[in-house]
């Protein structure tokens, strides 16, 4: 007997291909995607729809991986943080996020980080490995599962990892968290650092995903400190390529600017964001640090924070404060990893 294949590594014609090998026909294969991606099956007995003999026979050729829960907390804010554990024993955090009627979950794309962001202790890793598809469409299949009765309704892809930099395993993920889980594209956000040329493949890979733009700085010399990609890719070509990215009727590209005490929070930062982004359909999201011990950072006042608002408001922008959630529960990129 070979060895077993795992049924979520198959993309959905490799399913059905595998499927039609086996001898069965091509229905079992909607049966198989029915009971993976919808009820959550974790193992091939438990697919009732199939008979015995059937299941006995899938058995011996695959089976059904399974994200392993090593930690669960919850934050006094009803954010929840998740840890799991990959079958190689490698590990990556999700973060549930409750918002009035909204369950956004915010997953991984990779283990680890290249990008080195000097606020994000997730960089402090490096990278080790991207995650496959179905190891990031199983954040929201055992979270799902987690949750019973309640469903996961919003996606972002902002935890561990740039996104971008893994682009055909989270396109093939995104498919099917939209196609097998049945999660609307409008409701999943994608965010990158600014990798400028594949910003442009992400609208052909996964068109109508809603991109956010973690930019954090209104000058280069800002930006190539705390973010090194912007040596590569600088605000020029970042600004440029956001300007060319297709939008849909109603939609905005979503710019995240982490507010960190000193750095980029003077009225000087928030006049020079206002004429980066002028004339973009846009909103920005203000976000006080959320520091960690490694990061030598610190969190910039109330007062600042909403001057800095002020001033973006003042000028025609959208602006909102989003504050850290879960900070009891070390819910930044990374935390939670690095202290297990």
């Known amino acids: 007997m070979g060895k077993k294949v795992n049924l979520k590594s198959f993309s959905k014609d490799e399913l059905f291909h595998f499927i039609e090998v086996a001898g069965l026909p091509r229905f079992r294969a909607g049966q198989l995607i029915h009971w993976i991606y919808q009820r959550y099956a974790t193992d091939i007995s438990c ?55 909204r369950l956004t979950l915010c997953i991984s794309s990779q283990v680890g980080c290249a990008m080195g962001c000097k606020f994000c202790l997730t960089g402090k890793l490096g990278l080790i490995r991207n995650l496959r598809a179905y190891e990031i469409a199983d954040q929201v299949i055992a979270v799902n599962r987690l949750i019973l009765p309640q469903k996961i309704t919003n996606i972002v892809m902002m935890g561990m990892g740039e996104p971008l930099a893994n682009l055909d395993e989270v396109a093939e993920a995104l498919w099917r968290i939209t196609e097998f889980i049945d999660i609307s594209k409008r409701r999943i956000t994608l965010s990158t650092a600014g990798l400028v040329p594949r910003m442009a493949l992400l609208a052909d890979r996964a068109p109508h995903v809603n991109l956010a ?98 001033a973006l408001v003042d000028s025609g922008l959208t602006a909102f404060i989003r504050e850290s959630k879960g900070q009891d529960i070390l819910a930044a990129c990374g935390q939670l990893r690095a202290g297990h």
């Open 47 to 101: 697919i009732t729809e199939l008979s015995k003999e059937l299941r006995s026979g899938l058995e011996r050729m695959a089976y059904i991986s399974d994200l392993k829960l090593l930690r669960r907390l919850k934050s006094s804010d009803g954010t929840e943080k998740f840890l799991f554990s990959l079958e190689d024993a490698e590990t990556i955090e999700s973060v549930l996020i409750p918002d009035d009627a």
């Open 213 to 310: 733009v973690s930019l954090n700085a209104s000058s280069d010399k800002v930006r190539d400190d705390i973010m090194p990609i912007n040596r590569r890719y600088p605000l020029k070509a970042l600004i440029e390529a956001c300007k060319k990215f297709p939008l849909g009727p109603r939609r905005r590209i979503t710019f995240e600017y982490v507010l960190i005490g000193g750095v980029n929070d003077s009225p000087e930062d928030a006049g020079r964001l206002v004429k980066l982004v002028r004339g973009l359909r846009c909103k920005i999201n203000l976000i006080p640090l959320n520091p960690h011990p490694e990061s030598g950072m610190k969190r910039p006042s109330d007062a600042v924070v909403l001057k800095f608002q002020k």
